[in-house]
C-alpha cells in the first residue's frame, strides 16, 4: 500500500520482532495506523518509526516489556508520555554515572602522573592526522588566541536562548536522546555554537558531536567548517563577548561562527582550563 509499511518491513528496517510489534498493538503502546479487515494485515507510517525508535530506546535503558502493563491506566489507555518520561530519567541517570566514571578514571590518571606515549606517524595517514589535530597549538599575538587547524564537524543542536546558563545539562541530555531516535551515534564534546550573521545578528545553540549521520535531513544536523579557528580557553561559558571579538578580529559587517566547546584532549588544556572558544571567518 502507498505511504504504509507493512508490519514485516517494519520489524526488518528497525530490527524488532513482528511478536513485539503485536504485543504493542495489544497493550496500546503502538496502534498500526491501518489494519485490513479482510486480511488482518497491519501497516504502520513513516512518522510512526520515531515512536517505535522512542519505545526501543526505553527497552534498552532497563524498562522491560512486562512492565508495560503498568503504564495502562484503570481504563486500559496506555500512558505513552510516562514511559518516555521515565526513560528519559533512566537516561539521564545513566549519563550522570558515565560522567562520574570518567571523572574517577582522570582523577586516577592525574594521581601517578600518567603520560601517554605517543606513536610516531609511519605513514601518510597518521602524520596527516598528527598535523590535524595539532595537540600543541602555536600562540597568536592577538590577546592570547591561538591558531588552531580543526576538521570538519558534524552536531546535533537544539536552539538555547537561557542566557543565566539553566537548563544546559537537560538540554544536553535531550540531544543525546535525539540523537538516539534519529539513528546517529552521539559524543562529546558538547557546547554552545553561535552563528553571527553579517546584519549583526546571533543564532544561538546547544550541540553535541555526531557520527552515523549519512542518511539525516533533519534541520538540526549542522555542520561546523574545517579550516583554522582562532581559540582561547577557560572554564566558563562567555569566555569572550561577541563585541570584544568584532574588535580583535575586525569583523563588523561580515559573518563568523563561535563554538564554545568543553576540551576533552588533556594535551590541549592549559591551566586546567575545560572549554575552548572557537573561532572561524577565514581570516588570513
Known sequence: MKGYLSIGAVAKRKGV???????????????????????NYRYYTEEQLYLLDAISLCIELGIPLRDFEKYRDEHG???????????????????????????????ALQALDYKPVKAQPN??????????????????????????????????????????????SQKILRLFMLAQLLGMTASYPSGILYEYSADGTVQKYIFIHVENYADCTDKRLHFLPEGIYFCRQGKEH????????RN??????????????????????????????????NIS
Not at 128 to 140: S, T
Not at 154 to 165: C, S
Request: without cysteine; glycine residues 6%; proline residues 4%.
Open 17 to 39: 520482532s513482528i511478536k513485539s510489534l503485536r504485543y504493542y498493538d495489544q497493550i496500546g503502546v503502538l496502534h498500526p495506523a491501518y489494519v485490513n479487515k479482510e486480511t
Open 77 to 107: 489507555n496506555f500512558n505513552l508520555q510516562a514511559l518516555l518520561y521515565d526513560g528519559k530519567l533512566l537516561a539521564e541517570q545513566k549519563i550522570m554515572d558515565i560522567r562520574k566514571r570518567l571523572g574517577t578514571v582522570q582523577m
Open 123 to 168: 605513514d601518510a595517514a597518521s602524520k596527516a592526522q598528527a598535523v590535524q589535530k595539532q595537540a600543541h597549538p602555536q600562540p597568536d599575538i592577538k590577546a592570547g588566541f591561538y591558531r588552531r587547524s580543526i576538521p570538519k564537524r558534524a552536531v546535533l543542536t537544539m536552539p538555547y536562548m537561557d542566557e543565566n546558563g539553566g537548563n544546559y
Open 238 to 245: 562567555g569566555i569572550v563577548s561577541p563585541d570584544t571579538l
Open 248 to 281: 580583535i578580529f575586525h569583523l563588523s559587517g561580515k559573518a563568523f561562527l563561535v563554538a564554545e566547546s568543553d576540551l576533552i584532549d588533556d594535551d590541549l588544556k592549559q591551566d586546567g582550563n575545560s572549554l575552548e572558544l572557537q573561532l572561524f571567518q
